[in-house]
T-cell receptor, first 113, second 119 residues
Framework: DAGVTQSPTHLIKTRGQQVTLRCSPK?????VSWYQQALGQGPQFIFQ???????QRGNFPDRFSGHQFPNYSSELNVNALLLGDSALYLC????????????FGPGKRLLVL | AQKVTQAQTEISVVEKEDVTLDCVYE???????LFWYKQPPSGELVFLIRRNSFDEQNEISGRYSWNFQKSTSSFNFTITASQVVDSAVYFCALSEALGSAGTASKLTFGTGTRLQVTL
């Protein structure tokens, strides 16, 4: 049973650049949520995609955008990177209208210099 | 607004000791879910348990047990006979039952408790 996968695992960018992170949900799941975890903090909800639409959004600026593909995989895009965007980005998947538990992938550590 | 408080920042125990991780939550929802996740150094959040707000029965799974008390808004996690492999950061999280979109609602996490188990 394939779990949630994310690529790549580590990434270094400079301020002002743009980054795209990718996530494939756990087998059988169709909903993808993204979280940002700063060092020493708990994860913060960014947004969630279901049926290729953004369904819920946390308190993040428009620089954070996303997409979901027909195969349920998802992308998180961050534009105009700031130093404060350095964090672990976690992707979680769940199953539509039935599964209330979100299962997380290994995360992607982004460092902005 | 929902809030989760994990007052214990770091706990150190010697192997085979029992340890309890505290979690206190705030929500105005009458129906909600509580979760515990484990985050080892690799970074992945590992799901441990989900509890529905209507079900206050305590649960035991091997060396793990959970005590849910609605009256005190607490959902504490106890590890019995701790092992070095239990060393990790543990997060308590809260969500409303199925978000407005009908999908799993966003999780509100506490700041985590780092557990260090030594020999």
């Amino acid at each position: 049973d394939a779990g949630v996968t994310q690529s790549p695992t580590h990434l270094i960018k400079t301020r002002g650049q743009q980054v795209t992170l990718r996530c494939s949900p756990k087998s059988g799941h169709d909903t993808v949520s993204w979280y940002q975890q700063a060092l020493g903090q708990g994860p913060q909800f960014i947004f969630q995609y279901y049926e290729e639409e953004e369904r819920q959004r946390g308190n993040f600026p428009d620089r954070f955008s996303g997409h979901q593909f027909p195969n349920y995989s998802s992308e998180l895009n961050v534009n105009a990177l700031l130093l404060g965007d350095s964090a672990l980005y976690l992707c979680a998947s769940s199953y539509g209208l039935i599964e209330e538990t979100q299962y997380f992938g290994p995360g992607k550590r982004l460092l902005v210099l | 607004a929902q809030k989760v408080t994990q007052a214990q920042t770091e706990i150190s125990v010697v192997e085979k000791e029992d340890v309890t991780l505290d979690c206190v939550y705030e929500t105005r929802d009458t129906t909600y879910y509580l979760f515990w996740y484990k985050q080892p150094p690799s970074g992945e959040l590992v799901f441990l348990i989900r509890r529905n707000s209507f079900d206050e029965q305590n649960e035991i799974s091997g060396r793990y047990s959970w005590n849910f008390q609605k009256s005190t808004s607490s959902f504490n996690f106890t590890i019995t006979a701790s092992q070095v492999v239990d060393s990790a950061v543990y997060f308590c999280a809260l969500s409303e039952a199925l978000g407005s979109a009908g999908t799993a609602s966003k999780l509100t996490f506490g700041t985590g408790t780092r557990l260090q188990v030594t020999l």
